[in-house]
């Protein structure tokens, strides 16, 4: 009897070691569209300290236009940080492109493809207006894949993002990405055509490989009350949707160089640079000069008011620091001109409160250091 108590000790000592030392699991596989990602370790953000006072001067700020103003800024150098419910969903209208855009260049990381890469746009991609659906209205090409990202980021240009959006794997494998990176308050579930379709009150499943000039005759024959019913709907619908503090998140892991190589970070750190799209909102009240890499979403308009209206980005100060926000506003009310307005506003009272400036609203003694 002693001889077996021995034997079941050390069996017992043996399986107790092997639990300890044996090698983690490897991860379950998972397909690029796949939702269901391998849990990853949850991302700790780096310190910061709320700046009430800026804070008070932005919610006086965000209450002076009729819908749901949200917004957060962070000091990269100092972690000085503000929140006006920042933690609330909005709609993110085609900011999903700038997540849209790290997974492609992810992507080039992993040796998948290049930035020389040629992509063949199939009607399915093309939308009725735009810098890509006026020239390819039924789709065409190649296109290198560096113009695609650039016409996305730049132009806003739907077209590109649809054929890049197909590139990766579709919605949901953008939102299973943001999810393994610990990104995991924004999400991307249609296409911008499906966006679109949705707005427009088409149904499901109505147009899939249709070219351009086959969505727009299918849009124009929806019933205006129909149209009237999906814009309301949109204005609910959790799909696509994020919040700012989500997307200031986003934007210092990326300008800390956490989700991309170095050279993909600044490749598109200098696309975002060069955005054009609504030049009136983060950068529209900055100092001539300051550089400012963003990008903007804007929501379709219906009985007066807009699904959403958006700029997130990142702010060069005169110091040479950086700072990360995102001012998104949910069912504004009235002309687009006014929200912009407020989300210029909202930028010129960040970087004034976190930069050295004059009284006459000049850039301080150190000139802005170039954007990368």
Known sequence: MRRVAAIAAVVVVALAAW????????PRATGAGDTAAVAQPRVTR?????????EARLEAIARSVPGRCTIAAKHLGTGAMVRVDAATPIGLMSVVKLPVAMVVLDGVDQGRWSLATPVTLLPGDMHPRGWLGDRYPRGGGPVDL???LTAMLTRSDNSAADALMRL???PRAVTAWLVRHGIDDLRVDRTERGLGNDWYGLPPGADTMGAAEEIRELRSRVPAAAHDSAARAMLLDPRDTGTADGCVHLLERLWRGDLLSAPMTDTLKAIMARCRTAPERLPGLLPRGTPVAHKTGTGGTAAGVTVAIDDVGVIRLPDGEDVAIAVLV?????PVRRTERLIA?????VFDAWSAVDSTGAAGARPPTPSP
């Open 19 to 26: 639990v300890v030392l044996r090698p983690p699991r490897a």
């Open 46 to 54: 780096r310190p910061e300290h709320p700046d009430t006072v800026l």
């Open 146 to 148: 560096h113009v695609l």
């Open 168 to 170: 990766v794997g579709g």
């Open 330 to 334: 949910g069912e504004p009310r009235g």
């Open 345 to 349: 506003r909202v930028a010129r009272s």
